[in-house]
């Protein structure tokens, strides 16, 4: 499997990323995002974490410009499976490719901890390893995750099983840290192959680092 990891001006995530998708045995390159085409065989692209322009203007406004997004907005539009985390999140929801928009946390500061996720959807490629119901504990670590979408665009998620991960507790009740509408950390697209969540799997691959719980999510992608 070959993953391609798009990385930006303030992008922190990407070696975390390559890191564990190497540890997962696949081959993962780095790609910087004024080429204008992925590399030759790509089976999945990752827009990882950070903070893309320095999140002028707003978190991921600047990103979606880059030379890089018309190649991966065809490879979305084809078929291709793409995951957004955190500020990838934020990028697919500017490019349009996810419904919805992101707003600053409720409480108005940056986030960074652990925090319970509840399994809602796994008849997918990403969640696929997991059970629905099943509760993970994934770190977060944002400003701006408060994810928002109007009534009718929530209740099209949920008849669409759209909605894959939400914010809970230790025992599963929802614990929502930065008001998110419907306690929302992740959701994919009506076809199931484009994927967002706030929280970092990429981050939790260590037990010695506190959870191992997202291996299970990134190795959902390969074959």
Known sequence: ????????????????????????????????????????????????????????????????????????????????????????????????LLPGAMKRNLNVHFISKYHHLKVESNDNQFLRHLKVGQIVNIPIAHGEGNYFIDEDGLQELKSNNQIILTYCDASGSALNPNGSVGNIAGICNINKNVFGLMPHPERAIETVLGSNDGLAMLEGFVA
């Open 1 to 96: 499997m070959k993953v391609a990891i798009i990385v930006f001006p303030g992008t922190n995530c990407e070696i975390d990323t390559q890191y564990a998708y190497t540890k997962l045995g696949q081959e993962a390159l780095l790609v910087w995002h004024k080429e204008k085409s992925l590399p030759d065989g790509v089976d999945l692209v990752v827009l990882p974490g950070g903070f893309s322009y320095g999140d002028y203007l707003r978190s991921a406004a600047i990103a979606k410009f880059s030379p890089i997004m018309e190649a991966v907005t065809s490879y979305a539009k084809s078929g291709g499976y793409v995951l957004g985390i955190c500020n990838g999140f934020q990028m697919l929801l500017e490019m349009g």
